[in-house]
Structures are given as structure tokens and as C-alpha cells.
């Protein structure tokens, strides 16, 4: 896997991504599509960030939900919800609520996530709400990308241990490739929006390594 070779909304959401990380909050982003496949919405995590009142509630798909124009694009049905991370509780509510019928998730979330939860209420099972789940690597890529912000920012070493043991329950080799790329200490010069594209690239190309079974470990 390469960012080039990404479509479109998951280039999107990697970079939206890499942007929270470098205003240090979590790795995680969502877009919605119309149905030609065109990107008409977008949120990214903002939980660190004092621009916008009660940060703490500025998460990526609710972000997305709420920023779709339904003027412009009134059918919400027809749209679909792609997003890095299996919603929280209430983003699975906020997308429940905003009317979207199809969600595309990476990476599964055994500690967060709250998708089972729509089969446990009769008015959420109603809405009919399509959810697929990937299994092609970028869950890997999002694991990874979470790793590297909880790298660089978490100093609780109690709490980071747990989180990377979350992130691992799907995405070892995520996490791994995560923990290569910053102790090798290139991620100092990564730590710009722009670079995206060199981040997943550089994130893509241990975890491959690692599916093979080789040696990652770089000098430095
Ligand atoms: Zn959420």
C-alpha cells in the first residue's frame, strides 16, 4: 500500500488525520461521499485543539455528520460514511441521528467502539444502518497513525501501555510499524501536514516487513 494509491477519501482521511496530529489531537478522521463517490463532508478529531468550545466532545465522524451540508445534499441515504476508526458511542448516535445509512470502517475498536450497539436498540436496528468492515490493511495504517500521536504526546506511561494493547487487539503490526518509525527518530521531520503521504508511505512500508517477518529495527 502506498498513499498514491490510496483512493481519493481515504487520502483524505489520512491526511486529515496527520493535520489533527500535528495540533496534537488523536489520529483519527472521517468523510462522507455522495453516491458518485465524490467527498461532500469531512471531520477530523479536534480534542486537543482550544479552538472549538468543549474539545472534548470534537470527534471525527460526529465532526463529518455535522458539517454535511443537507441543503446542498439533501439525500442522505444514498451517502456513505467512511471513517478510520469504529465510531464511539456518540458518533454511532450522531450518525444514527444525522441520517447516514452507510458506514465503511478500517479499524475495529474492542475498547471504544459502539457499532454493536445499533442491534441492541429496536429504533437504532430500524434505520436499516449498512456497515462494512474492512480487512485490506488500512486498519493497520490507522492503528499506526494513532500510535505515532500517542508516541509523540502521551507522557502517562500506564496509560499509553493500555492504549497501544488496545490499538494491538486488531493491528499489531500497526502499532509495531508506529513504534519502529518513531524510535528510528525520522518522525521529527515529519511533523508537518504536508506530509501525509511520507508518513503512511514510510508506516506502510515496516508494516509490510513486518507481515513478511523481517527485521524492521533501523539504525538511530
Ligand atoms: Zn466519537
New binding site residues.
Given amino acids: 500500500m502506498r498513499y498514491a494509491e490510496l483512493p481519493q477519501h481515504w487520502q483524505r482521511i489520512f491526511a486529515l488525520e496527520w493535520l489533527s496530529v500535528c495540533k496534537g489531537s488523536k489520529a483519527?478522521a472521517a468523510v462522507i461521499t455522495d453516491e458518485n463517490g465524490n467527498i461532500i463532508s469531512e471531520g477530523r478529531?479536534m480534542t486537543c485543539e482550544r479552538t472549538v468550545p468543549n474539545p472534548a466532545?470534537a470527534?471525527?465522524?460526529?465532526e463529518a455528520i455535522r458539517n454535511l451540508d443537507t441543503a446542498r445534499y439533501p439525500d442522505k441515504q444514498a451517502y456513505t460514511l467512511y471513517a478510520g476508526l469504529e465510531?464511539?458511542?456518540?458518533?454511532?448516535g450522531?450518525l444514527v441521528m444525522g441520517g447516514i445509512r452507510r458506514v465503511v470502517i478500517a479499524a475495529r475498536d474492542e475498547f471504544?467502539g459502539?457499532m454493536h450497539l445499533i442491534g441492541q436498540s429496536e429504533f437504532a436496528a430500524r434505520k436499516g444502518i449498512r456497515v462494512t468492515w474492512l480487512s485490506d490493511g488500512l486498519g493497520d495504517m490507522q492503528r499506526a497513525f494513532q500510535t505515532v500521536r500517542e508516541l509523540l504526546y502521551n507522557d502517562d506511561p500506564e496509560k499509553l501501555g493500555r492504549m497501544l494493547r488496545d490499538f494491538s487487539v486488531h493491528n499489531e503490526n500497526g502499532v509495531r510499524a508506529a513504534q519502529t518509525l518513531v524510535r528510528s527518530g525520522r518522525i521529527v521531520q515529519l511533523l508537518d501536514p504536508d506530509a501525509a503521504p511520507a508518513v503512511l508511505d514510510a508506516l506502510a512500508e515496516i508494516t509490510e516487513k513486518l507481515n513478511d517477518g523481517l527485521q524492521t529495527d533501523e539504525p538511530g
Avoid at 465510531?87 to 454511532?92: G, K, L, S, T, Y
Fill in positions: 483519527i478529531n466532545a470527534h471525527a465522524e460526529t465510531p464511539c458511542i456518540m458518533c454511532m450522531t471504544g459502539a
